[in-house]
């Protein structure tokens, strides 16, 4: 297989992904814009009420104005970093035994999903970032945007890593039934170890030193704060190396997974 056949076919894969998205322009729109905003409101409205009650005009180092701007990026950075949709998808089609019609074609089942996936937070994200830009400029915030571009690939390099955990759940698929609910505990998880739901440093030790080890702060803190002057370029390297030895961890065990589901299907039928 050429390299020119498999760029076109996953090309083809991600302009798939942005018509039919852009085709349902309310769910489009609630997803790219309203969702993540609402998140920031909320968000805001809460870093607002624990300053007031701290009664301190610093917390952790960091004043109001740094929290709102931290919470109105991560907000839609954490939008970047969510792949449920597309894990429910896969779940469905191996669930259902639909996996059959991509079994025969000449593409893999990752692929597939993976540049559906890329094709949709492109398209969200070029709509999405218009609202923290916007509310940044007319507020003033101290917002580096010179470092806007490495924090974008960051999170994106990070997305490909979702992806491939949620190709490993999905895989369970093949053994256990109604396996829905291992996304829900995930996204949770990853709700707290991404840094959307408060900054890591924030986090007491040893618990924060261990987390930001892991590849999931890319996802949101390390790109956010280096965004916003919380971290500096050292984290970022940091985590581009994180995640480079996490995915091929976590696709060596999406490999094993994914023969061994495919045997057991094959003797079980769908």
């Known amino acids: 297989m050429s390299f020119a056949a498999f760029w076109k076919r996953n090309l083809g894969f991600f302009k798939m992904a942005i018509a039919s998205n852009v085709e349902y322009r ?54 970047i970093a969510a792949s449920w949709m597309y894990e429910f998808r896969m779940i469905e089609e191996i669930d259902s035994g639909s996996v059959n019609g991509l079994l025969v074609r000449p593409m893999s089942f990752y692929e597939y999903y993976l540049s559906q996936l890329m094709g949709y937070k492109f398209i969200t994200t070029g709509v999405s970032f218009l609202i923290p830009l916007s509310v940044g400029a007319a507020m003033g915030w101290n917002i580096h945007y010179d470092r806007l571009p490495m924090a974008v690939l960051l999170v994106f390099f990070y997305l490909i890593l979702v992806h491939s955990i949620s190709f490993v759940v999905s895989t369970c698929a093949f053994f256990l039934n109604r396996i829905y609910a291992l996304t829900v505990a995930k996204n949770l998880a990853l709700w707290t170890l991404t840094g959307e739901l408060i900054p890591l440093d924030l986090m007491p030790e040893p618990f924060r030193s ?55 299907y094959s003797g079980t039928g769908a």
């Open 210 to 264: 261990w987390i930001l080890i892991l590849p999931f702060p890319s996802g949101v803190f390390i790109p956010v704060g280096y965004l916003t002057g919380r971290v500096g370029a050292d984290a970022v390297a940091q985590g581009f190396v994180s995640v480079a030895v996490s995915l091929i961890l976590v696709n060596a065990l999406g490999l094993f997974m994914w023969k061994k589901g495919l045997r057991s």
């Open 26 to 79: 309310m769910n489009y729109f609630i997803d790219a814009v309203a969702q993540p905003s609402v998140t920031a409101v909320i968000e805001i409205l809460l870093w607002v009420g624990i300053f007031r009650t701290a009664g301190s005009a610093t917390i952790g180092g960091f004043g109001l104005q740094d929290y709102l701007a931290y919470v109105l990026w991560g907000a839609f950075f954490a939008r």
